[in-house]
Each structure stands twice: as structure tokens, then as C-alpha cells.
């Protein structure tokens, strides 16, 4: 078993999957050969699953249970973000090395590495002769990291196909090392919830004209007035339930004197809040909505006086805020009738999933081969395919079965993106034991 989820997962960092919102840029036929080499490394599963394509490179396998009544879906990605040519890897990105006890190269932990221990789980199972007690779905899109249709359209076959998941797991959290300051346990976080990504476009416009006669309050002046206003308005903070309950589990691995106060979370939630946006920009994150102010665009000339201004504000959106909540913050913050906010890009907040029965059996998953870690719920702050799922099962988890240090988890979609070896087969191993647990009827 180890050998081949290994030589599988350096099979697959090999072939340059990488996505783009331009489709004249993909090589598909790289996709091609990814989709042709995992045929090769998990002959079975091909055999035996029945497929259907979403997409232009995504799969969508069926593998039939004893049961219907309880049908899980595991998800992946196939594609992957792009390498920087000037970033200082220490491996080749596609060379798939083994390098230190690790598989070094883009893809390894986001995501191709849940690819392969998905697949050689599944693939261990059929070689024993088993059968799931519930029918198994595994969707791997292939353009995820373009929020691309994919999963979407995953999504629209098992909603025809009258698939009501009674447990969605997806890439987003890990056995996190390092992960909280003072807990020296790692944590073992599942995504119950992620937030909404929106985009909004402010935009003034005025007569424009000669550099030489400029006049008070042109378009860039007002724009510039308006990201101030933005900064200077931040979103209320208040920790949302997930993010109580991590404290609340968290408590009893904390020094002595603070233990007593997280034990009681949930009543102290002003407080846990407070100290949140205290701790740095990434726990502040974790209570509220967050505003960047990203792209400007003005005059295209240094002796024109523009037209039309404009600035992208990138935002993430907590649950319980909506869009059109935020887009009612932001301009009551701008507090200018002459700015335009043009909506480019709306995501809603995911429901939250709740801590029931599915939750637990990830927990007790967790709990079995990785007894060091504190199992906890937690609020991503990033996107995952998974999100389309929650409009076809309420119980949709965030949860990656790897061991990441801190630094293996800034590594992705950075530089020196690597996996142990030990812990890729250790996550096939969890897997495995999942589909082992489902439940019977
Ligand atoms: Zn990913």
C-alpha cells in the first residue's frame, strides 16, 4: 500500500495541471495525461466506479454501497495554481522528489495529495472484496482554483440523480501543527463553514480634462476618500459559534491560568472576540468580514485628469453577514452619492454545518489515527468547491487527513510545497477507515 499511493501521488506533481480563467492558456492536454495516469495507478477503481465526466477534466465516480440511504462524497481538486519562476524552491515543483522523508512539488498538499489517498483507499477496499455499507461518490474537479464549473456541475448530476450527501468532506483543514500559540497539540480542524468571497468595484466619474486646470474633488480624490472611509469602517467583530466552540475545546490544553475563562467561551464571547482582533490580522479574520482594498485604476496618462476612477475592494464575508448587508456597510462607510458600487463578484457565507453525527464520525476518524490531536470545528477563511455542495446537503466538513507544520501549511500556493511520506499514507489510511465506518442502515 505504501508504495503505490507514494509512486501515485509523484505520478500525478509531475504532470503540470495548472488552471487558469483563461482557457486558451490550460494545457489540456496535460489534464489528459493526469486523468490516463490515474486509470494507471488505480485500475480497480477505474474498473469498478462508475464515472461520469463534469466539466472538461473533472470526474464524478459512483461506488455502489449496500445502502443508498446515507451516500458520503469525497472530494478533490486535479488542478493546480501556478509556480513563480523567481520563487526559491529547494525541489524541482514538478519533480514529484522524495526528498528528507517528504514528496516535494506543487499539488502535493493542495490537492493532489487527497487525489491519491482518496483513490488508493478506495482501491485497497475493492482489492479486499469489500463493500461500502453506503454508496460512495468521489468528485474531483478540475478547475477549482479558478472557482470554475465543475463542481457545480458535480453538483447538478447528484442533484438529478436525487443524491441528498449525507456527509460532504473536502480539502480545508488539516492536523495542524503549531496552530494555536501555547497549545502544544496539534489541532485537527474541520471546516463547519467558510466565508463568502465578494468583489465590489467603486467607481467616480467627472468631466476629466487638461492636468494643467485640475479642479477640486476629481474622480481619483474621491475614490482615495472613499478607501480611507472604508478602512476607517471595519465590520463588527463577534467570534461566530464555530469559533467559540474551538476556544471552548481548547481550553484544557491551555496553561492554567486562562483555562477556566475559555472553558466558559460560549458566555464570554464579547471577550474571546476582543482578544481575537488583538492577536494579529489572521485571528482577527476569524470574527468578522474583512475589506481589502486591491485594484486602482484612474487616468491612463500623467497629463490627463481621469474621467473615471476606480478601486476593487475584495471581500470576505462572515457568516451571518450577507452581501447585501455588506454592500450597505460599505456605502453608508463612503457616504458619497456621487460613487457608484458596482457589484462584480457575489459569494454568500456557507451555511454552518452542524456538530451531528456525520461531524462526529469525522471526529472519531480523527480521533483513531491521529490520537495527539485536539478534533475541533473551525470558520475557513478560504474557498473551497465544497461550497456548492451545501445546496444539496447540509453536512458539508473541511477537513484534509495530512499533518501540516506551520510552515508546510504557508507553503501552499507558495513555494517548497511538500507532503511526508508517512503522513500521505497515514491519510489513505484515514480515508480508508472512513468509508469502513459508514454507518449501516
Ligand atoms: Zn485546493
Redesign the pocket.
Known amino acids: 500500500m505504501t508504495d503505490r499511493v507514494v509512486t501515485a501521488l509523484q505520478a500525478l506533481v509531475r504532470i503540470p495541471t495548472v488552471s487558469d480563467r483563461d482557457a486558451s492558456r490550460i494545457d489540456t492536454d496535460a489534464f489528459d495525461r493526469l486523468l490516463a495516469e490515474l486509470a494507471t495507478q488505480f485500475p480497480l477503481l477505474h474498473e469498478r466506479l462508475e464515472l461520469t465526466r463534469v466539466g472538461t477534466h473533472g470526474l464524478l465516480f459512483h461506488w455502489a454501497g449496500a445502502s443508498a440511504e446515507k451516500p458520503v462524497v469525497l472530494m478533490a481538486?486535479l488542478d493546480v495554481v501556478p509556480v513563480d519562476g523567481e520563487a526559491p524552491w529547494q525541489h524541482d515543483p514538478f519533480g514529484g522528489e522524495i526528498h528528507d522523508g517528504a514528496i516535494w512539488g506543487r499539488g502535493t498538499l493542495?490537492?493532489k495529495g487527497c487525489v491519491a489517498a482518496i483513490c488508493e483507499a478506495v482501491e485497497s477496499l475493492l482489492e479486499a472484496g469489500q463493500t461500502p455499507a453506503q454508496d460512495v461518490w468521489l468528485s474531483f474537479g478540475c478547475d477549482?482554483?479558478v472557482s470554475g464549473t465543475a463542481a457545480p456541475e458535480a453538483v447538478a448530476v447528484l442533484r438529478d440523480r436525487g443524491v441528498t450527501p449525507w456527509l460532504v468532506l473536502d480539502?480545508g483543514g488539516a492536523i495542524a501543527g503549531g496552530a494555536f500559540p501555547g497549545v502544544k497539540a496539534p489541532l485537527g480542524v474541520i471546516g463547519v463553514t467558510e466565508k463568502g468571497t465578494t468583489s465590489l468595484e467603486l467607481v467616480a466619474e467627472g468631466r476629466g480634462g487638461h492636468a494643467s486646470t485640475p479642479a477640486r474633488n476629481g474622480p481619483t480624490a474621491r475614490i482615495a476618500r472613499a478607501i480611507l472611509r472604508v478602512e476607517k469602517s471595519p465590520f463588527p467583530a463577534s467570534a461566530p459559534a464555530p469559533t467559540l466552540e474551538l476556544m471552548r475545546r481548547l481550553a484544557p490544553h491551555l496553561p492554567l491560568p486562562v483555562r477556566p475563562l475559555l472553558g466558559r467561551a460560549d458566555q464570554l464571547a464579547p471577550v474571546i472576540t476582543r482578544v481575537l482582533l488583538a492577536a494579529g490580522p489572521e485571528a482577527a479574520a476569524m470574527t468578522r468580514t474583512t475589506v481589502a482594498a486591491t485594484t486602482l485604476s484612474g487616468s491612463p496618462a500623467l497629463n490627463v485628469i481621469a474621467s473615471t476612477a476606480k478601486a476593487g475592494l475584495n471581500i470576505r464575508v462572515m457568516v451571518g453577514d450577507t452581501v447585501a448587508g455588506v454592500v450597505d456597510h460599505i456605502r453608508k462607510a463612503v457616504a458619497d452619492e456621487s460613487i457608484r458600487i458596482d457589484v462584480v463578484e457575489s459569494g454568500e457565507p456557507s451555511p454552518v454545518s452542524p456538530m451531528d453525527e456525520p461531524f462526529q464520525l469525522v471526529e472519531a476518524c480523527i480521533g483513531e489515527v491521529f490520537p495527539e490531536a485536539i478534533a475541533t470545528p473551525y470558520v475557513m477563511m478560504a474557498a473551497?468547491d465544497s461550497r456548492h455542495f451545501t445546496a444539496i446537503s447540509e453536512h458539508v466538513y473541511r477537513f484534509a487527513p495530512f499533518r501540516m507544520t506551520k510552515a508546510q501549511r504557508q507553503a501552499i500556493h507558495s513555494y517548497d510545497e511538500h507532503i511526508g511520506v508517512a503522513d500521505l499514507v497515514d491519510g489513505a489510511r484515514w480515508y480508508q477507515l472512513l468509508i469502513e465506518r459508514l454507518p449501516h442502515d
Open positions: 481538486h493542495d490537492d477549482e482554483e480539502e473551497t
